[in-house]
Structures are given as C-alpha cells and as structure tokens.
T-cell receptor
C-alpha cells in the first residue's frame, strides 16, 4: 500500500511567520499535487509537480518535488490569515489513482 | 459552469436506512470519483469511473455501490447505512487520467445514528 505522510498535522502561527509543510513516502511517484481545502468546501488544486527536483512558485507559496520523486515540501512565506486551511498532498501511483496524504491543518492568527 | 455539484449537502440517517448521493459535473470529464474524508485520514477513494457505464472499486468500497448511467452523473448508494459510514463525502471529476487535476464538489456531510 502506497502511503503519503504529511507533517506537521497541525500548525498554528502568527501572521507574517514562515512555515514549511512536508509530504513524504517510500514510493516513487510520477507526479505530485498540492491541494488546499477551506472549511465546508472541497479541495482545490494549487500546483502539480512532475520532475524530480522541480521547484514551482505561486506568489508566497513555494513547492518542491524531491530529486527521487518520493517527497515534496510546501513553504509559505509571510503567512496571512487567508492561508488558513487544510493542505493536502496527493500523488499518482502505480495504479494511476490519486493517493492523498493525511493533511496539514494550518491556522494563521492575525 | 457550475463545475461539480453534490446533493444533498447534509443528511442524517438511522442505522439500516438507505440513501443515494448524487454528483453532477458539467465539464465533460471522463473520470469521476467518490471519496470519504474522516479526521486524520485524509481523503480515501471509495469507487471511481473511467467513463459512462463503467465503475471500479477504490480503497474502501465495502458498504457502497455506484452507478454511472450518464457521463455527467455519478451516484453513490448506501444500501444499509452503518455508524461507521458517518463521514463527509466528496465527489470529484477529471478530464482524463487520475493524475490530472481533480475538481471537487462541496461535499455531503452524512451522519448515521
């Protein structure tokens, strides 16, 4: 069974702080996605990374795919209250179905 | 475009009752999925469909059935609800493969007493 472990599970920070969320696995994936889910809504795709070592930036969010395509990180610079939500990584495995991580719940206090 | 819609938004059932959750998408996507989301468990795939008239089991299919009679609709049925099926259910769709962007509905919160 392919598993995606995310850390930390919960994160509460003050506005303006930086943070990093990790997504790790022992399996190799062809691509990895990051979604954000706000309360009462479904997840929304933020980014897809497909190449080992790839770095993508989305305003204050920086996403990195590990060289071996087994892990990924999401770094947020100068977090804002609007960044609050559940962050989920998801990877396409051998069966070509998406496997979701356990999620990181982020709360940014004003 | 409405994207992916789900009905109902909330439902309370008694153990043993049955119900059907409806998912509709207007993006002409081939793939559709049903997930359940439980605290600390992320999203787990129940069933999915790669096209009209086809369905397949996901990670946690027991106790659920699905049908995809029309390309735009994907139905999830619970024949005899159990308290363990209390969860938030999400439908999603994607254009082609599962590795493509998945578009999610707003979810259905189901409580089984």
């Amino acid at each position: 069974t392919q598993l995606l472990e995310q850390s930390p599970q919960f994160l509460s920070i003050q506005e303006g702080e930086n943070l990093t969320v990790y997504c790790n696995s022992s399996s190799v994936f062809s691509s990895l996605q990051w979604y954000r889910q706000e309360p009462g809504e479904g997840p929304v795709l933020l980014v897809t990374v497909v190449t080992g070592g790839e770095v993508k930036k989305l305003k204050r969010l920086t996403f990195q795919f590990g060289d071996a395509r087994k892990d990924s990180s999401l770094h947020i610079t100068a977090a804002q209250p609007g960044d609050t939500g559940l962050y989920l990584c998801a990877a396409a495995g051998a069966t070509n179905k998406l496997i979701f991580g356990t999620g990181t719940l982020l709360a940014v206090q004003p | 475009n409405a994207g992916v819609t789900q009905t109902p938004k909330f439902r309370v059932l008694k153990t043993g009752q049955s119900m059907t959750l409806l998912c509709a998408q207007d993006m002409n996507h081939e793939y559709m999925y049903w997930y359940r989301q439980d605290p600390g468990m992320g999203l787990r795939l129940i069933h999915y469909s790669v096209g009209e008239g086809t369905t397949a089991k996901g990670e946690v299919p027991d106790g659920y059935n699905v049908s995809r009679l029309k390309k735009q609709n994907f139905l999830l049925g619970l024949e005899s609800a159990a308290p363990s099926q209390t969860s938030v259910y999400f439908c999603a769709s994607s254009y082609v493969t599962s590795g493509d962007t998945q578009y999610f509905g707003p979810g259905t919160r189901l409580t089984v007493l």
